[in-house]
């Protein structure tokens, strides 16, 4: 039986040069679990960082929170240095160590800490979540919003509808805000909400700039947070006003140690850059990095299989208008936006009722 395990990059980012090892993930890998692991590390160096500066304080349950991270991090370095791996059991089990430091002081008591733990593994099996549209969140009852809000990280997405720019589409998402519950409206009245499935089907890539104007709205400068886009989990990083970068985690960019962060200005997508973990652009004509070829081939790779989730997202909007109320399993690692198939005849009953042609 095949052990999974993830392999470990060294980088060095942020003007003030900071030092980590990050897990980076393969092909249809568990992102949300990377995502996570990695959005920790790096929040945990800001954090230290302003508490040497004095800017922050943290009392003696966030120091043995810190001291959990710092552990996670020198195993992970160690490991680098090693050029070994991580197993999938020994991550789950940090991040359970993590868990059981946050509930020591019943600082979450609103939750089922054993649950939680026993949840984990669904960070790698696939985790279901429903974006709200009219906003940059989730609901805060879904397993991925607890999750991550349980390691303090904050969960965005920017597949936003501006209210001025489709009036119509927005009164409909109002009534009916997550993806969710939209796709239970469309498929009841496949006719009906003509802009809003119009709106959908126009905007398959999960962000708009709206989107995009909203996470800077509300994000600080030098802040983290789990980002989700294209049914994918990454870590964002804004720099400052309008600057917005992703840590790029793909294992086909190991060998290309100054490839850090990939630049998110657009929706589009056509003037990002790869950067420095200083946030000098590399390009990929660089003669300076070694196999900048076959790095310009991985990353016509990379976009040509960002186009391809895009189609894929596309027919499967557009398949959910004409089939049946029955919603698919699950499949693979990927995060899907619709939940999994367990509500009961009840709950369906009632839902029949709740959409109304407009």
């Not at 039986?1 to 990059?9: E, L, N, Q, V």
């Amino acid at each position: 039986m095949t052990t999974t395990s993830f392999k470990i990059k060294p980088i060095s980012w942020s003007e003030y040069d900071h030092h980590a090892s990050i897990l980076l993930q393969d092909e249809n890998g568990p992102c949300a679990l990377i995502a996570l692991v990695n959005t920790v590390i790096l929040k945990h160096q800001i954090e230290s960082r302003k508490v040497a500066f004095g800017e922050l304080h943290r009392n003696e349950h966030q120091d043995r929170r810190a001291r959990a991270i710092e552990n996670l991090q020198s195993r992970l370095g160690r490991l680098e240095a090693e050029k070994k791996s991580i197993s999938l059991n020994s991550l789950l089990e940090s991040l359970g160590e993590l868990i059981l430091e946050l509930f020591e002081n019943e600082q979450y008591p609103e939750y089922d800490v054993d649950r939680l733990v026993s949840s984990l593994p669904l960070l790698h099996t696939g985790l279901t979540v429903d974006p709200i549209l009219t906003d940059i969140t989730f609901p805060k009852s879904d397993l991925a919003s607890v999750l991550f809000g349980i390691f303090s990280l904050s969960f965005k997405h920017g597949w936003c509808l501006d209210p001025n720019e489709d009036p119509e589409a927005f009164s409909f998402f109002s009534q009916y805000p997550t993806f969710d519950r939209a796709q239970d409206c469309f498929i009841q009245n496949p006719q009906a909400y003509s802009q809003a499935q119009e709106w959908l089907a126009a905007n398959r890539s999960q962000l708009t700039s709206f989107g995009l104007r909203k996470i800077d709205s509300v994000m600080e400068d030098d802040e983290l947070a789990v980002f989700f886009r294209n049914n994918h989990f990454s870590t964002l990083y804004k720099k400052g006003p309008g600057e917005f970068y992703l840590l790029v985690t793909d294992e086909a960019f190991n060998s290309h140690r100054r490839i850090v962060w990939q630049s998110l200005n657009s929706v589009s997508g056509k003037d990002e850059l790869f950067f420095t973990g200083d946030f000098v652009p590399v390009f990929l004509d660089d003669s300076t990095d070694h196999g900048a070829t076959d790095m310009s081939d991985d990353y016509l790779l990379m976009k040509q299989l960002q186009e391809e989730d895009d189609m894929r997202m596309a027919r499967n909007i557009q398949k959910s208008y004409n089939k049946p109320a029955v919603k698919p399993e699950k499949e693979g690692k990927e995060a899907k936006t619709s939940k999994p198939q367990e509500k009961s005849q009840e709950k369906k009953k009632k839902k029949k009722t709740d959409c109304v042609v407009m």
